[in-house]
């Protein structure tokens, strides 16, 4: 594998790898050669819990007096109770931070999701359509003319018998 | 491993004075001494993420859990 000149193989430190080269002893600066690569790649990682992005606090008050940076918000989960916490610091020290508290409520599973739906539709009330009614207007005008027709026959019948007498 | 003398001149600090070594090397006035109060100058002074002191709570509680 050739090298350019001004490439050189980066030195390995597998433990220990300060973040500020001026901490690091003399010897090993001199030794040192920088390439355009950062140190930090070469760092080995420390094990870290991963973040939910919620915190758990014990307490509310554990989570009021939770310090937290201007123009930040973080959230809480609290460990005894249930409920969570959002705390948010402004951008200045004039403004207060704003802190807000949530209950969790837990649903009900007993129900399966069908059939509250269908209980839903069950209770809303049962409107016609206008072809409905234009139906029962129909009906009612065709028995109008039919009452009106008898009524007519039965008048005639009557004259009739009148002018036999 | 050859340590400096300057390192071990700082480390015998730390191991005194504990304190007053952060308080330099972070530029901490002295009126603030107490540890939340210290965690907020360092965030808003920026020397500090918001994640940084996140996980170094998290790091605490499950230290003093297990205890």
């Known amino acids: ?165 | 491993m050859m340590i400096d003398n300057n390192m071990y001149a700082m480390l015998q600090q730390l191991r005194s004075n504990p304190m007053q070594m952060l308080s330099k090397r972070f530029n901490i006035p002295q009126n603030i001494n107490t540890p939340q109060d210290i965690i907020q100058y360092l965030l808003n002074t920026n020397q500090v993420t918001q994640e940084d002191v996140n996980r170094a709570m998290e790091m605490r509680r499950q230290i003093f859990r297990e205890k």
């Open chain 1, 1 to 165: 594998m050739a090298y350019n000149n001004n490439f050189y193989p980066q030195q390995y430190y597998p433990q220990f790898y300060p973040q500020n080269p001026q901490q690091m002893p003399i010897q090993q600066q001199s030794q040192q050669q920088m390439p355009s690569q950062t140190p930090a790649q070469f760092q080995q990682p420390s094990p870290q819990p991963i973040n939910s992005g919620l915190v758990s606090i014990p307490s509310e008050a554990d989570a009021r007096n939770y310090p937290v940076g201007y123009g930040q918000s973080v959230s809480f989960r609290d460990e005894n109770a249930p409920y969570l916490y959002t705390k948010t610091m402004g951008f200045s020290q004039l403004e207060p931070p704003k802190f807000e508290k949530y209950k969790l409520i837990k649903e009900s599973s007993d129900l399966p999701v069908k059939a509250s739906e269908s209980e839903a539709s069950n209770k809303l009330p049962s409107y016609a359509e206008k072809s409905d009614i234009e139906d029962v207007r129909a009906e009612i005008k065709a028995l109008e003319e039919k009452v009106s027709k008898l009524a007519e026959k039965k008048k005639k019948k009557e004259v009739v018998e009148d002018d036999d007498d």
